[in-house]
């Protein structure tokens, strides 16, 4: 059974520019669930997906957007970086919408200058 | 506004020491749960606890709900250097399957 697996592992980028960050789920599971954690903070959830429709947004502005494929992995978009934005990123995977275990990949580490 | 607190924010003990990590609302959740986070990797769940009062025991670790479910607490027995790691409380808020994690508590067991 494959873990959950995020890529890149680490990313810089400036002011101003666009990422995507992708989100391969756990095999079997159908909702991904995404994550921003601040550096000495808790994670904070910006959005889940689930069965390829958004299914809850956390308070994250619109520039924070994403994608859920068929084979369920998921992409996480952000739109105008800013400095602020520097943060770990987590994608959870889970089986349903409901209350089943989250599986946490081990994130990727964005740095904007 | 952080809707999950969690105390204390560190804590440095000695192995074989006890120790009480706390997470408090003033929101009543669905369910709670505890994580725990080592560097360069995602959370772990330890523990869902959904009744009030509830209590659960998960080897040397003690989880309570609290009565009215906006608290928790987690008790560690004779801390082990494993310990260490960075725990995580999670609150389900009601109806909406998304989950607020509290600010996080830094533990280090010294050997």
């Known amino acids: 059974e494959t873990g959950v697996t995020q890529s890149p592992t680490h990313l810089i980028k400036t002011r101003g520019q666009q990422v995507t960050l992708r989100c391969s789920s756990q095999?079997?599971?159908?909702?991904v669930s995404w994550y921003q954690q601040a550096l000495g903070q808790g994670p904070q959830f910006i959005f889940q997906?689930?069965?390829?429709?958004?299914?809850g947004r956390g308070n994250f502005p619109p520039r924070f957007s994403g994608l859920q494929f068929p084979n369920y992995s998921s992409e996480l978009n952000v739109n105008a970086l800013e400095l602020d934005d520097s943060a770990l990123y987590l994608c959870?995977?889970?089986?349903?919408?409901?209350?089943?275990?989250?599986?946490f990949g081990p994130g990727t580490r964005l740095l904007v200058l | 506004t952080q809707l999950l607190e969690q105390s204390p924010q560190f804590l440095s003990i000695q192995e074989g020491e006890n120790l009480t990590v706390y997470c408090n609302s003033s929101?009543?959740?669905?369910?709670l749960q505890w994580y725990r986070q080592e560097p360069g990797e995602g959370p772990v769940l330890l523990v869902t606890?959904?009744?009030?009062?509830e209590v659960k025991k998960l080897k040397r670790l003690t989880f309570q709900f609290g009565d009215a479910r906006k608290d928790s607490s987690l008790h560690i027995t004779a801390a082990q250097p494993g310990d260490t790691g960075l725990y995580l409380c999670?609150?389900?808020?009601?109806?909406?399957?998304?989950?607020?994690f509290g600010t996080g508590t830094r533990l280090k067991v010294l050997a």
């Open positions: 999670a609150g389900e808020w009601p109806g909406t399957y998304k989950y607020i």
């Open positions: 997906y689930y069965r390829e429709e958004e299914n």
């Open positions: 095999s079997g599971h159908n909702t």
């Open positions: 959870a995977s889970s089986l349903g919408s409901g209350r089943g275990t989250q599986y």
């Open positions: 929101s009543v959740f669905s369910s």
């Open positions: 606890v959904v009744t009030g009062g």
